[in-house]
């Protein structure tokens, strides 16, 4: 199967998305099929080979360029091409990363009406693009993108899918105004979309009540990982003392702020373990100053000797921190689709503590890897946290539980398996799901 996939790169940062979807069509190549990885805005940042294309479509030069001077929605293509080249979009994502998601509303609505928008020759680069590669089947990494699906679906005339893995994220964002038009957008688009494909079923639901499709037009697939580096046995503790780790992107919505005050909780609590708090994930300029605030209160707490922050770029690195913690906290304010840092977790058999909603109670309900607490409660996640750590039996059962979990079901190849099989279905029956 010939299988064209348009991720959007993340402004130079490690994104969950790019991530999941750069291992899976490195898992469909595996398996035999002609997978294409297609970045769109800036390339994709992944901590395991890139499996992307060089070229890098609706650039984010060119998009803003066009979105606010009406001479470069006219410009020749060579001209185009020079502000495409991958080196200075990755030197622009320095400063992209800075920008408010609430700033680019205007553009993100010029971008979904498509042909109709200021970006519709970014349009026809794609659909000749696409054209002369004669894929299958187009998958796009989320509905943000859809503007261009009418014209793909009317150009290939081949089954058109949309995964949906944190489109809320950046909507929610947005003015009332901007947001609902945006959602009559994506509903619009979505005429041309054979099927949505969601990382869980709490995603499913919410993602069909949120912008209005059809929940039967969702199918699940749940995110899987690459295993090559995971497990094997864990460093050896010795005298090394109980160590809660975080590990995601350092950022209020990653719920930072909520381990620290749940480590400094249990660390006042009678009787509590003299644990420490490791933290790793990539941390973006802007959320420099949140960080430092961060330490600061571990500073006024007496606890900052207790603390370390560890760089991990490498794949190698990340698995060198899970390998040094006993349980991982990801204490989110969001609801989140995906949570592929549980999965990564459990690869090396590690158990978590997290707020009980998003796909978290899907994760534990189905492998027992760990301990779901009251969402925003501080005192709950504290708790969480002792129990795991003062019972060595029940942090052990539940890392064994969260490795096996993932061994059997949350695997790249599983992931892989289950988006054909999906495709598979749409390719020989050529009959669209009406949304």
């Not at 944190?166 to 957008?185: H, N, P, T, V, W």
Request: aromatic share 10%.
């Amino acid at each position: 199967m010939r299988i064209a996939f348009i991720t959007a790169g993340a402004a130079g940062m490690y994104c969950g998305s790019c991530m999941r979807d750069n291992t899976l069509v490195t898992a469909l190549r595996r398996l035999g099929h002609d997978a294409l990885l297609i970045p769109a805005y800036m390339p994709i940042k992944v901590d395991e080979p890139d499996a992307s294309q060089q070229k890098v479509f609706f650039g984010g030069v060119n998009i803003y360029l066009e979105q606010k001077f009406w001479l470069f929605r006219h410009t020749p293509r060579f001209l185009d091409r020079l502000f495409n080249f991958r080196w200075l979009l990755k030197w622009v994502s320095r400063f992209a990363v800075r920008a408010k998601y609430s700033e680019q509303g205007e553009l993100t609505i010029s971008m979904l009406q498509g042909t109709h928008g200021k970006q519709s020759k970014e349009v026809e680069k794609l659909v000749e693009y696409l054209r002369d590669e004669k894929p299958d089947v187009v998958l796009f990494t989320n509905a943000l993108l859809s503007g261009v699906i009418p014209a793909v679906k009317k150009a290939l005339g081949v089954p058109v899918f949309v995964t949906l893995q944190g489109d809320d994220i950046f909507l929610d964002e947005l003015s009332e105004r901007e947001r609902q038009r945006c959602f009559a957008l994506i509903r619009e688009n979505g005429r041309s979309v054979d099927g949505y494909i969601s990382t869980s079923a709490y995603y499913a639901d919410h993602m069909a009540e949120y912008i209005g499709i059809p929940r039967e037009s969702i199918r699940v697939v749940r995110p899987g990982i690459n295993l090559a580096g995971h497990g094997g046995a864990a460093d050896a503790r010795g005298t090394r003392p109980l160590t809660v780790g975080y590990f995601a992107r350092i950022c209020p919505e990653k719920g930072f702020h909520r381990a620290v005050e749940a480590f400094i909780t249990l660390r006042q609590t009678p009787g509590a373990p003299a644990a420490k708090l490791k933290a790793s994930g990539w941390m973006g300029e802007n959320n420099r100053a949140y960080f430092d605030a961060q330490v600061k209160r571990l500073t006024s707490a007496g606890l900052i000797d207790d603390f370390e922050h560890v760089e991990s770029p490498t794949h190698e690195d990340k698995v060198r921190f899970m390998r040094a913690i006993d349980v991982l906290c990801v204490p989110t304010v969001y609801r989140e689709p995906k949570g592929l840092y549980v999965l990564e977790a459990w690869a090396n058999g590690v158990p978590v503590v997290l707020p009980a909603h998003g796909t978290f109670p899907e994760l534990i309900d189905s492998s027992g890897g760990g301990l779901l607490v009251a969402p925003d409660s501080i005192d709950a996640l504290a708790d969480g946290l002792r129990q795991i750590l003062t019972d060595d039996e029940l942090r052990t059962r539940a890392g064994r539980a969260g490795e096996a979990a993932v061994r059997e079901r949350f695997t790249a190849d599983v992931m892989a398996r289950e988006t054909v099989a999906l495709l598979d279905q749409f390719i020989s029956n050529q009959v669209p799901v009406t949304v």
